[in-house]
């Protein structure tokens, strides 16, 4: 996707990572650990519906200001890896998002991904979406 900042605004904001709670779907995001920042750095994100939900503990295993970010999820519920990429564009900077997610539960989890994939790429489509109209 494309954010009208250039590069270095785009690293600025997307590893804010309490800001991130104003554009991440039902999500609550602060820093545990060397301010977030640096390999070693600490994440945590509360994402929650109703009053259910589970905390995702994340340490920061590359980071390459203001290009590459990538994190370990340690959970139960989210593990894998996830990475923001910020590139220049012409019009600003790309920022793409990605996970690598393992299902948790073992099997059951592997057979249940395909079902509950589809609302967790929703959840991230309308997650970029908050993102644009909040550096906008």
């Known amino acids: 996707m494309e954010l009208g900042l250039a590069p270095e605004v785009a690293w ?20 545990t650990a060397n301010g977030g920042s640096g390999v070693g750095g600490g994440v945590a994100a509360r994402t929650s519906v109703g009053g259910v939900g589970f905390t995702d503990d994340m340490v920061i295993t590359h980071w390459d200001p203001p290009r590459e970010c990538t994190v370990k999820h340690l959970g139960k519920i989210v593990r894998g890896t996830g990475t923001f990429t910020v590139g220049p564009a012409t019009a600003g900077s790309t920022f ?6 393992v299902p948790p539960f073992g ?4 057979l249940a991904w395909p079902v509950v994939r589809p609302a ?11 993102l644009v109209q909040e550096v906008q």
Request: proline share 0%; hydrophobic share 50%; glycine share 2%.
């Open 120 to 130: 967790f790429e929703l959840m991230m489509r309308i997650s970029l979406r908050r």
């Open 96 to 101: 793409t998002w990605s996970e690598d997610v």
């Open 107 to 110: 099997r059951l989890g592997v």
């Open 12 to 31: 600025a904001v997307v590893t804010d990572w309490e800001r991130q709670s104003r554009w991440m779907v039902f999500t609550r995001v602060w820093t």
